[in-house]
C-alpha cells in the first residue's frame, strides 16, 4: 500500500523555467511534508517542508504547495538551474510518530 | 546542515557472511536514528527505529534477527546484516533525528553480496 505517491518517475525542464514536481498521499493522519533532494549513492537532503496547517511555503528558488482536500503537494523550483538536477523524493509524516513515509522519487532532469 | 556519516560507503561480502553499517551524527546527539533500505529506482523504505539504549522497532516483514541494530551512544547507530545473501544486495541509509524533529540523512552504504 503506497501512502505516498510520485506518479511521474522522470521530469525534463529546460534551464530557467518552472519545475513542478507533484506528490500525492492517502493518509489522511499525515500532518506534516517534506521533500528531499537526492543525488545518486548520496542520502537524500532535506530541501523544505510544509505543515498541514500551512498550504504554502516558500524558501528561495523552492517553494511547496500544499491541498489537503486533495491530499496533494508540490514542489515549485524557479527558476531551475543545471545543479538542480537530481531525483526528488516527498516524504510524509505524523509529527510526533517521527517516521517518515517516502514517495518513488522523481528524476528530474534541467536542460541547458 | 548537521552531518551524519555512515561507514563503509561500499562493501562486497561473500553469500553467508556477516557485514557491519556504522551510522554517526556528528554535531548533535541523536536517541533516533533511522534505517533504511532503497533498492534502485525505488523509494526509501524504511526498515527499524532505533532508539537509544533499547531495543529496536522493526518495520513489518523486516527480519529483525537478520538485520541486527544497536544503538549504543547517542551519536552511533549500527547495523549488522547477518548471514548475507544476494538478495541482501541493496543502498542502506541511515537518519538521525535531531530535537528540532528533523532527520539528516547519511550518505549512504553499498551492499553488494556476492
Known amino acids: 500500500d503506497q501512502q505516498v505517491k510520485q506518479n511521474s518517475p522522470s521530469l525534463s525542464v529546460q534551464e530557467g523555467r518552472i519545475s513542478i514536481l507533484n506528490c500525492d498521499y492517502t493518509n489522511s493522519m499525515f500532518d506534516y511534508f517534506l521533500w528531499y533532494k537526492k543525488y545518486p549513492a548520496e542520502g537524500p537532503t532535506f530541501l523544505i517542508s510544509i505543515s498541514s496547517i500551512k498550504d504554502k511555503n516558500e524558501d528561495g528558488r523552492f517553494t511547496v504547495f500544499l491541498n489537503k482536500s486533495a491530499k496533494h503537494l508540490s514542489l515549485h523550483i524557479v527558476p531551475s538551474q543545471p545543479g538542480d538536477s537530481a531525483v526528488y523524493f516527498c516524504a510524509a509524516s505524523v509529527r510526533g510518530a517521527q517516521k517518515l513515509v517516502f514517495g518513488q522519487g522523481t528524476r528530474l532532469t534541467i536542460n541547458p | 546542515g548537521a552531518v551524519v556519516s555512515q561507514h563503509p560507503s561500499w562493501v562486497i561480502c561473500k553469500s553467508g557472511t556477516s557485514v557491519k553499517i556504522e551510522c554517526r551524527s556528528l554535531d548533535f546527539q541523536a536517541t533516533t536514528m533511522f534505517w533504511y533500505r532503497q533498492f534502485p529506482k525505488q523509494s526509501l523504505m524504511l526498515m527499524a527505529t532505533?532508539?537509544?539504549?533499547?531495543?529496536?522497532?522493526?518495520e513489518q516483514g523486516v527480519e529483525k534477527d537478520k538485520f541486527l541494530i544497536n544503538h549504543a551512544s547517542l551519536t552511533l547507530s549500527t547495523l549488522t546484516v547477518t548471514s548475507a545473501h544476494p538478495e541482501d544486495s541493496s543502498f542502506y541509509i541511515c537518519?538521525?533525528?535531531?530535537?528540532?524533529?528533523?532527520?539528516?540523512f547519511g550518505p549512504g552504504t553499498r551492499l553488494t553480496v556476492t
Open positions: 532505533s532508539n537509544e539504549g533499547s531495543k529496536a522497532t522493526y
Open positions: 537518519s538521525a533525528l535531531r530535537a528540532t524533529g528533523e532527520q539528516y
